[in-house]
C-alpha cells in the first residue's frame, strides 16, 4: 500500500496494492481495495488471510477524501478531488474521473465508468455497465436498472447511459438500456422506459417528453 503523504485514520482497513493519492483524507471504518469475489474465493482456497494475499486493490487519486464507513473494492480509480459521503460503497472495475461526489449510502455496483465533474446524491443506485458521462447530476434515490426481466429469462445486463450534462432528479427511475440525451433532465419521481432526447425534458409515471425551458439549456455547473 502506498499512502503518499495521506492522512489516514488507524481505524481504515486497507487491502492490496491500493494507492492513496497525495493530501488525501481516510477517515473511520474505512475499506479500501477489499477483494472482489474472484481474488476472495482464491485467498479463501489457499488459506490464506486477505492481508497476506498480493493483488490489485484500488487507486485514489490526490486531495481525495474518504468518508467513514465506506468500502471501495478492487480495481476501482478515481481522479483527482473524489470524494464520499458516509457508507457509500463502489464495486469492483469501476472507473472515476476527477471532482466526483458519490454521497451517503450511494451503491455503485461495479463495471461503471463516470467521468469529470459528476454529483451523485445520497442513496442513488447504479448499477453494473452503466455509462455517465462529465457534468451529470444524480438526485438521492434515484435508482438505474440494468435488467428487464430479473430472474425471469437471459437478459444481458445494460443500464442506462446518462450523457455529458444530463441532470436525474429525486427518486425518479430510469430501466435497462434507456439513454439520457445531452443536457437533457428528468423529472423528480419520473419513470424513464425510452430515450430522452439531448436538451429536453422528461416527466411523469410513464416519463412523457417536454420541451426543456430555454432557461434551463446549459450544462451543470458542478
Known amino acids: 500500500m502506498d499512502s503518499s503523504a495521506a492522512r489516514i485514520h488507524q481505524s481504515a482497513k486497507i487491502y492490496g496494492s491500493t494507492v492513496i493519492g497525495k493530501n ?18 482464491e485467498i479463501m482456497e489457499l488459506g490464506k488471510e486477505i492481508e497476506e494475499h498480493d493483488f490489485q486493490g484500488c487507486i485514489i487519486g490526490p486531495d481525495s477524501a474518504i468518508r467513514p464507513g465506506t468500502t471501495i473494492f478492487s480495481r476501482v480509480k478515481t481522479g483527482r478531488n473524489f470524494k464520499t459521503g458516509h457508507n457509500a460503497m463502489i464495486r469492483e472495475n469501476t472507473e472515476i474521473g476527477d471532482n466526483v461526489l458519490v454521497g451517503s449510502n450511494v451503491i455503485i455496483d461495479g463495471n461503471v465508468k463516470i467521468g469529470n465533474n459528476v454529483s451523485i446524491q445520497g442513496n442513488a443506485y447504479i448499477p453494473t455497465n452503466v455509462l455517465i458521462e462529465d457534468n451529470v447530476f444524480i438526485g438521492p434515490c434515484a435508482v438505474l436498472a440494468n435488467d428487464k426481466y430479473p430472474i425471469r429469462k437471459e437478459y444481458e445486463l445494460k ?5 455529458k450534462g444530463a441532470s436525474i432528479g429525486a427518486n425518479a427511475t430510469l430501466l435497462p438500456g434507456v439513454e439520457v440525451g445531452e443536457g437533457a433532465m428528468v423529472a423528480g419521481g419520473a419513470l424513464v422506459t425510452k430515450d430522452v432526447p439531448p436538451w429536453s425534458l422528461a416527466i411523469g409515471v410513464p416519463a412523457e417528453i417536454r420541451k426543456l425551458p430555454e432557461d434551463l439549456k446549459k450544462l451543470n455547473r458542478i
Open 159 to 163: 443500464g442506462p447511459v446518462l450523457r
Open 24 to 41: 488525501s483524507l481516510v477517515l473511520e471504518n474505512t475499506i479500501l481495495g477489499y477483494p472482489e469475489f474472484r481474488i476472495l474465493k
